[in-house]
């Protein structure tokens, strides 16, 4: 499964049932570079478990404000459109993981 390109539009429709990880990014934001390919294998690893997103906060200010993003790179964990867990800034594949593992 790939990483679906999230806006305001398809947000809930999308992201709000089931778990879902989603990765608010910019494509200036070299720390959120970093993440993609993290991003990408996890998509891959919990393929038909969990729905991974990511969401482009210069292109979707409203959906940023929404969850109240303030850095990026910011990735969070939901559970029927409902936070669960919040990671600013870089971390490694495990510790995404670990948090997916957790709620599926």
């Known amino acids: 499964m790939s990483v679906e390109n999230l806006t305001s539009e398809t947000?809930?429709?999308v992201a709000g049932e089931g778990c879902a990880l989603v990765d608010f990014w910019a494509a200036w934001c070299m720390?959120?570079?970093?993440?993609?390919p993290t991003i990408e294998e996890l998509a891959e690893e919990f393929d038909e478990k969990v729905t991974v997103g990511k969401v482009n906060v210069d292109n979707d200010g409203a959906l940023a404000a929404r969850f109240g993003i303030m850095s990026i790179p910011t990735v969070i964990l939901l559970r029927d459109g409902k936070e669960v867990k919040r990671f600013i800034g870089v971390q490694s594949k495990d510790?995404?993981?670990?948090?997916?593992r957790a709620e599926v």
């Open 31 to 36: 720390p959120c570079r970093m993440v993609a």
């Open 95 to 100: 510790v995404y993981a670990d948090a997916l």
């Open 11 to 13: 947000f809930d429709s």
